[in-house]
């Protein structure tokens, strides 16, 4: 069994749902801490952090990643107990088998074979890790980051070890993501009987025509690099339960992925005049998750694009599509950001898993990136 796949299975054991870690830290400290690495500890909350780095001097490569998971769901539903790795039929299987536990084992043992080949590389190899990427996002790479640039430390490269492929192991690599902007909404209404409406005022009714119009609207086209902004309804509620009475209020919740073709005060105007053209009496509290981000092709893309065609053959597409990650608390310390990882096939979902050959070929690449960049 590889170093890679023996750590990753050593990981997916430690049980660590959000924002818990586990010991997973614990067991990446040791290892890096064996081949040089100096380590901070930076827990706030409930959420173990930690910053590591080898060397003093530029340029910095950040390794970036989080150790927490999402909740097993329906235990009932696993073939196998999700902390306990499991291989089989060349796959292995464990809740963060691709997200991301198989991502950080590789990104520490890339770092054990690339110092022990070149123990005087240049520049500073460092890890920012969180246990907050599947939870809140406050406690966790938001908060490191704020340390970090009070200090004045910059990074120059980062990689998130995110499960970024899509079909097979290489074909994508994030070099972006949308911004997220939610909203809580609330339609004031009047309560009534339903045989008087006349009587009352219907919440449901007031909103339809705008939500209609919030549907339907094309917000842009996107650009070369992002795909065009998209509204959402994730959760819509009115209603006493009864079937004779006219509900006095109606509560909703959205969200807006957008592209760098918007900013947010011009997203919430937008919905906020559509509300008020059409009548609706409201309250509506907003949310910004993140903004996007963008590392425009460059150094770290063109290396990690030549790493995966060495090492498998195929030349990756360059995407922004998907979720919010910890590159945007990241980019905007000026650092060009990349998310390349296994496939994401499984994530989130009952059975994760990973193949296990792919989980060696990400260390591989992972190790071709620190040749091409620090040596």
Not at 172 to 188: A, D, M, P, Y
Not at 216 to 245: C, I, K, M
Not at 251 to 267: D, E, G
């Amino acid at each position: 069994m590889s170093p890679t796949l023996e750590l990753t299975r050593q990981l997916i054991a430690r049980p660590s749902v959000s924002p818990a870690d586990g010991g997973c830290q614990q067991l990446m400290i040791e290892r890096l801490q064996a081949i040089g690495f100096q380590i901070e500890s930076l827990p706030f909350g409930p959420v173990e952090n930690f910053w590591a780095t080898r060397g003093t001097a530029g340029p910095v490569f950040c390794f970036a990643g989080h150790t927490d998971v999402v909740p097993t769901g329906p235990l009932e539903q696993w073939s196998t107990d999700p902390f306990e790795p499991v291989i089989r039929d060349g796959l292995l299987y464990g809740r963060g088998a691709a997200d991301m536990k198989s991502g950080l084992a590789a990104m520490v043992t890339a770092c054990e074979q690339f110092i022990g080949a070149h123990a005087a590389h240049r520049g500073t190899i460092a890890f920012l890790i969180t246990s907050d990427e599947e939870g809140p996002s406050v406690d966790g790479t938001r908060r490191v980051v704020e340390v970090l640039q009070a200090r004045g430390a910059t990074i120059d490269w980062c990689l998130i070890g995110e499960p970024s492929s899509e079909r097979v192991l290489g074909d994508t690599i994030k070099i972006g993501r949308r911004g997220s902007l939610s909203g809580r909404l609330t339609v004031h209404g009047v309560q009534g009987h339903i045989a008087y409406p006349q009587l009352a005022d219907n919440p449901v009714h007031a909103l339809a025509p705008a939500l209609a119009e919030l549907v339907a609207r094309q917000w842009d086209e996107g650009n070369e690099h992002f795909q065009p902004t998209s509204f959402q309804v994730s959760n819509l509620n009115a209603g006493t339960g009864a079937p004779n009475v006219i509900p006095g209020e109606l509560k909703a919740r959205f969200n807006l992925r957008f592209s760098t073709q918007q900013t947010v005060p011009s997203l919430q105007a937008i919905v906020e005049e559509i509300l008020k053209r059409h009548g609706v009496r409201y309250t509506l509290e907003w949310f910004i998750s993140g903004y996007p981000f963008l590392t425009k092709p460059g150094a770290l893309s063109a290396a990690a694009c030549d790493a995966v065609e060495r090492r498998l053959g195929r030349r990756p597409k360059l995407s922004t599509g998907g979720g919010t990650s910890d590159g945007r608390f990241i980019a905007p310390m000026g650092a060009q950001v990349v998310e390349l990882g296994v496939v994401n096939d499984t994530i989130h979902k009952v059975n994760e898993h990973v193949r296990v050959a792919d989980i060696d070929a990400l260390h591989a690449i992972y190790q071709d990136l620190l040749e091409s960049l620090l040596v």
